[in-house]
Structure formats: structure tokens, C-alpha cells
């Protein structure tokens, strides 16, 4: 078996790599660095099936290369982070439509080879201000184009309508996994996402910075838990053509993670409130909750989160220890 993964370097990317190379898959992994790391894969270089492409997912003639040597490709390779999609407005729309485009474009012209798309729960937007999940087919409610935050669910809401497309006019093989916020070693706090933020934080007893009020929640699910979903997803043949949320149901408030780490961490920090305005930009829209419904993909496979947040910490906090 042989796979491409865009994005390899990445955070769920290098985990994912590392889980093929373990089935003996020969694996592909293309990445710019943009977000991800040479460190993440260093571990990986020494195997005979692992072949590491520093290169743009947008240079066709690599792309093409690769592809046709492989029979599926899991497309992580996207703009990531809600402060680096703030900070980059432009580089991040042009990965995820233009290196969407390139990455269907060329699975169908070779063979029509399986491709899984990593998507987001950043699709539902600011939908809901209770905390009911999230279903695959539920309404998305955005904002205005004028919030920078938004542009990310739009490109990406348009990679799931390609891939869609592709597989109803094309008969493409695509599957498509919306990942809610997703957390463990490798991840990294530069791009906004708050468990290395508030780790790294702690661990330098410097203040815990809680964006807003703190009553907002998020489910964190563990890397280990996504890549098994993602495997057992491209093993399923029914799931071919269909969305899955791929998510932990378990919520938590950003309060109660701050004080968590803090405590986990034995750190000396306080916590900071820091307006949303000061953090990102003005007029920066959050959503209150955000929860994922996952009947679906339990339905199509077995998939149910083992690792809970007090355990996910508690790895994430050895990796950012050393
Ligand atoms: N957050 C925070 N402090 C930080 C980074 C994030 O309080 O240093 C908050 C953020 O405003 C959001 C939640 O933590 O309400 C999760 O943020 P993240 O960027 O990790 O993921 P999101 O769910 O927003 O995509």
C-alpha cells in the first residue's frame, strides 16, 4: 500500500505518517513548513518506505509525480490556526482552494485515486449559542466577510463542495472528516491553538491568557483518536462520498482548562482575562460552544475517543517538558 500525505510535516500529518509507516505503508509526505516541522518527521527519515518532499502542494509537477505513484492520498496540507489564518489572509486562501484544486484535479486524472480530505468544524461558524452538537448536515452560520476568522470555514466549505463534486460528476472516491479541535505532542501554540498556548504558559509561570469571559467550550480529541478515525474511515468503503465529524463529545470551558493546567503543571501562574478585541482584532467573533455529534461516523465504523482530557494533558504537557 502506498499513500501521499499533504501536509506530512504537520501536526495530525507527522502522526498520521508514522501510523501508516507502522501497517508497512509506503508513505509520501509532501509539506512546505509553512506550519509544520522538519523536527515532527526527523524520526521517520531513517525508514527505507518514507520519503519526505519539502515542496508546495501547489507545484504541479511534484505533485503529479507523487500522486501517481500512490493509490490514496489524505490531503491535511491547509492554512491552520485561527491567528495565522488573521495574520496570513492571502496564503491561506490560496492553499486550501488553489492546493484543493490540484490535489482532486490530479487523483482523478490518475486513476481516480481515493482521497481524504481533512475539513473542519470551523464549518458550522458561529452557529448556536447553546451547547447541542454539531451534526454533519446542520445549518452553518457565518459572519460577515469583513471578519478575517471567517474566510477559513468559506475555503474550506468550498474544498468539501470540490471533493463532493468530484465524486457525484467524476465518481472520484473522496471522503471528507471534519476535525474538531484536535490536540497532543507535535502541536504547537504559534498558530492560536490554546492547549500549548496555556501549556507552554504554565510551564513558564508566566499568565495564563483566557481570551473573552473563559465561559466559551471546546472537545478536545486526542491525535491518536484522529488518526484512528481517519484509518478506519479510508478502510470502510460505505463511508466513500460522505462528511464525518470527527470529534471528542466531552466539552470543557476555557476557564476550567486554564486552571486545569495550571494545577497539572503545579505552575505559579495567574490567569489573565484578555479581551477578544486585544487577542486577535476588533470585531473578532468566537463561538460560545462548539460540540461535535458523532452517531454518524459511529455508525459507519468503530470509533469512540479513548483518551479524555485529564490524560491528554498530561502527554501534551511531557512533550512541551522537554
Ligand atoms: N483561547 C484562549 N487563549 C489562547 C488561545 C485561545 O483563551 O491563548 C481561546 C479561543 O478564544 C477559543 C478557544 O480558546 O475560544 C479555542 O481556541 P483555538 O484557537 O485553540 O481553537 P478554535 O476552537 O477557536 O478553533
Known sequence: MKALVTGGAGFIGSHLCEALLKKK???????????????????LQNSKLFHFYMDDIMNER???????????????AAAVGVKYILDNPLDSIRTNVRGTEVVLELANSFGKKKVFLASTSEIYGKNRGDKTSFKETDDRLLGSTTKWRWSYSCTKALDEFLSLAYY????????IGRFFNTCGPRQTGRYGMVIPRFIKEALLNKPITVYGDGKQT?????????VRAILGLVDEKKAIGEIFNIGNPRSISILELAKKIKKITKSKSRIEFVPYEKAYEKGFEDMRHRKPDISKIQSFIKFSPKVEIDELLKRTIKYLER
Open 62 to 76: 511534484i505533485m503529479k509525480s507523487l500522486i501517481r505513484k500512490v493509490g490514496i492520498v489524505f490531503h491535511l
Open 168 to 175: 457525484r460528476e467524476k465518481r472520484l472516491p473522496v471522503i
Open 25 to 43: 505503508w509506503e508513505v509520501y509526505a509532501i509539506d512546505n513548513l509553512s506550519t509544520g516541522n522538519i523536527k515532527n518527521i526527523e524520526h
Open 218 to 226: 471546546r472537545c478536545f480529541l486526542y491525535i491518536d483518536d484522529a
